[in-house]
């Protein structure tokens, strides 16, 4: 009688486990799930890969992590406080090491996550960022954001330019919003020409799987 009665039931069992497995893996699925690997960063989350300049050198987790907490900390003093969970670190690049001597400005790639709920595209998210930088006298260079397309992702961009300590400084932002994140790629340097020829790296954007294996 019990041996029927588990043979009635049993075939529950196998979905059940199949059910909580899946359901584990995609709760514990986060923006920052990538990697690094021969010059390009891949993401599972975002499903798509990005080649940064060559030859730059890119931070570990340690210094992410430090770049997080402090992005973190920042959003805090402008009154609009983020939790761990909302902003995330992708990626950090440079032309030359951290720390070395005579450059003003260390040309810089930066890719971010941020939780941004009600957004629908990366021109809402970059018009709000306005409102923030202006009141610390960072004002945009462009009219309004415009649309950039690629890999079939829509973004929007805009560019800004403002002085530290008397330094010249050049930023382009470009964001895309999906799964309820701004993917923000930030391009920063110490004149325009060069922020423009780091942001034709946009252009190497490919859906994951696409133009190469997986790392």
Avoid at 172 to 182: I, M, Q, R, T
Wanted: charged share 25%.
């Amino acid at each position: 009688m019990h041996y029927h009665l588990r043979m009635k039931h049993s075939p529950l069992v196998l979905p059940i486990l199949l059910l909580l497995c899946f359901s584990v893996h995609a709760q514990t699925k986060a923006p920052d799930d990538g990697t690094v690997k021969d010059g390009v960063y891949y993401n599972s989350y975002f499903n798509l890969s990005f080649t940064y300049p060559k030859d730059w050198v890119v931070y570990d987790k340690t210094v992410n992590d430090r770049i997080q907490q402090r992005t973190i900390e920042e959003a805090a003093k402008t009154g609009n406080p983020v939790q761990q969970k909302d902003i995330y670190s992708l990626l950090a690049v440079t032309r030359h090491p951290r720390g070395t001597p005579g450059i003003p400005v260390n040309p810089a790639v930066f890719v971010a996550a941020e939780r941004v709920p009600g957004k629908p595209n990366g021109k809402d998210y970059l018009l709000d960022l306005r409102s923030v930088r202006q009141k610390t006298g960072r004002p945009p260079l462009l009219n309004e954001p415009v649309e950039f397309r690629v890999a079939g992702l829509q973004f929007f961009r805009d560019d800004y330019g403002y002085d530290v300590n008397t330094v010249s400084v050049r930023n382009s932002l470009f964001v895309h919003v999906e799964k309820g994140y701004a993917l923000i790629f930030s391009f920063t340097a110490g004149d325009q020409k060069t922020v423009e020829e780091m942001a034709k790296s946009m252009e190497t954007i490919l859906p994951w799987g696409k133009g190469g294996n997986r790392p």
